[in-house]
């Protein structure tokens, strides 16, 4: 039932060109009572809130049992895992064109419908960056190492806000964008000329 | 990962090139000041620092950049030597996509991943080609090889090129406009390129056409796995030519080697008037057996019927002969315009004369030895010289048809394989010269 609701909100805000205004409208348009679906919901903004996260477990199901996920490094899953989304959006991609129009504003906020998705992907992109620094692809960094999920948060909203806008043929962009800045993110949380030379300074300040 | 940081947008690469083009500032500065002290010291290390700098910055962009990189290494009577040895290690070197991309690529292509599609599929990159990599497969007991593009390529290909150009005409000495009608013809040869579909109808057609050629050996290709940016063809066994050097092969072998690849760009030339235009080593795979492989049919050069007419005279004595002839043919090439003096007129057309005589050798004679290390060497140090020639470099036209461009490069490569390959060619088998001895006769009367 939880599919059906997402699926009607999604046909009723294309169809009308707005989201609905109420529960009671939308109850109504589906043919169930206000007290049905919120058996279900509890409002609207959870039922947008759980149309992203739906899609990203959906993704992520998809990654985890493909053949190549068990072989992967930390920087390619965190690829595939880009990828994966990117292209399971394309069938509502007008439907997320509507709502980056209605609230998308400029990076880091985001709007409160992409907190689900938020929620799931932290879930997942955590013990992929802990595999990651257990086998030393990422390097371990006092107090920073724990933002480097909220690093890559920033970067899947870029990629998103990337797509939404990219005109090229088959969004051919898009891959390169999301290519480029996962590379970049994750060669900036590995072992870098950076952490040489905060040891280096730490030797001077501490031998002086 | 071996993935190094590629420079992405544009003004990072921009920067490359500024970097670039204050270092050969610098080598210049650095040459003169040494000079001073040591004036017995010849250009060779400079034009060995200047190719180094061009190189890093060349090899850390990707795609297009790369490819011109390809084609200046190809243009072996333009740049000095020191030049064409850096660049050629460019035509193997290319960073690889991740292996989501790959997956990415399949599942936009075909909807399913390579796994699903195939029965073995190596997510290890065998093989670098300039703008993308080749994966090996397994298709019911069959191996394969599927050829993979980076994507966003044809996008950014033109703003490389207005990036490469500033580098170009220095390296060059040509100014903007004369640079212009040549840039035109490579930059839509590389967005040919970039369509592998495209790829996949000439190389059938070609492969038809030739596959009569003895010893040459051919791949299929598989319509069902092709995109346009995917390409799946067989396997295709063989050695490059510097690998297929180290097995020794005989005199025979290498001959046999030789004439395939000889007999395969006559007939494209002087019949199909469509040219595998892209004769560097990574496109040939030699077989101990003495077979030879071709692949790689991205980059084809169309002849036009009045360019052929007039450039493959140019080989001919007994067409050179007539001055009136001659001015004719050099005229329509564009070798000389009307509007040069006579003096000009005349300075170059001795000096192309020269040139032609000495790079039709080959077909002066029923066989001809490309081993002959001090034939190629006057080609080298011949093109320095008309390089030199006043009235060329202080021209404010380009010289030459822009047709000429790859074809040119398709004979320098042709020789310059067939040197390091030490063969004995039979260059007389196609009497290809009938046809234009007469057109030319008929027009004189």
Known sequence: MKAKLIQEYIHYTLEHNNTPQSVYLFAKSVGISEQEFYNHFSGLETLESEIYQTWFEEAMHKCTTSSPWNDYSAREKVLAVFYTFIESLKPNRSFVKFLKERDFKSLPKWPAYL????????????????????????????????????????????????????????????DAAIEKSVNLAVDLMGKSALDAALDFGKFLFQNK | ?????????????????????????????????????????????????????????????????????????????????????????AQYSAPPLSGPLIVQTFVKAFGKTPQEIFDT???????????????????????????????????????????????????????????????????????????????????IEITEACKHIPNLVFTNYYKAFTSNRVLTMDWLDGMHLDDFLKT??????????????????????????????????????????????????????????DFYLNYFSLLIPEIMQSATTMRNIMLQQQIITINDSERTQQIITDAFTKMTTLLRTPFDEEEFDFGNNAYIDQIYALGEEVSKIDELKKSKEGRGSQHALYINRTYFGLY??????????????????????????????
């Open chain 1, 115 to 174: 907190n689900g998705l938020h929620h799931s992907f932290m879930d997942h992109v955590k013990p992929i960056l802990n595999e990651g620094i257990a086998s030393t692809e990422i390097a371990e960094r006092k107090y920073i190492d724990t933002k480097y999920a909220d690093g890559l948060w920033l970067n899947f909203l870029f990629v998103l806000k990337f797509w939404i806008d990219d005109t090229s043929p088959a969004f051919e962009k898009t």
């Open chain 2, 1 to 89: 990962m071996e993935q190094n940081s590629i420079p992405s947008t544009k003004v990072q690469r921009a920067m490359r090139f500024v970097k670039t083009g204050a270092q050969i500032g610098g080598n210049y500065i650095k040459h003169y000041s040494k000079k001073m002290v040591d004036p017995s010291l010849s250009k060779d290390e400079l034009h060995e620092n200047n190719a180094n700098d061009v190189y890093n910055a060349l090899s850390e962009l990707k795609g297009s950049a790369l490819k011109v990189a390809q084609m200046l290494s190809m243009e072996k009577n333009v740049l000095p030597r020191q030049y064409t040895n850096k660049f050629q290690m």
């Open chain 2, 121 to 203: 599929f190596e997510m290890k990159a065998s093989n670098a080609a300039s703008i993308g990599q080749v994966h090996k497969a397994t298709l019911d007991g069959k191996q394969l090889a599927i050829k993979i593009q980076y994507p966003g390529v044809a996008e950014s290909i033109k703003s490389d090129l207005k990036i490469v150009k500033p580098i170009a005409f220095r390296l060059l000495d040509m100014n903007e406009k004369e640079l212009e009608k040549y840039i035109k013809e490579v930059e839509s040869k590389l967005l040919e390129e970039t369509d592998y579909e495209l790829e996949f109808k000439r190389s």
């Open chain 2, 248 to 305: 020794n092969p005989s005199q025979e072998i290498r001959n046999a080697i030789g004439q395939a690849m000889w007999d395969f760009y006559d007939m494209q030339v002087h019949e199909l008037k469509a040219v595998h235009a892209d004769p560097h080593p990574g496109n040939f795979l030699m077989q101990t057996d003495g077979k030879l492989g071709v692949i790689d049919f991205g980059c084809v050069k169309e002849i036009p019927e």
């Open chain 2, 416 to 445: 310059s394989i067939l040197n390091v390959l030490q063969a004995k060619i039979k260059t007389g088998v196609r009497n290809w010269k009938k046809p234009l001895i007469e057109y030319h006769l008929t027009k004189l009367n």
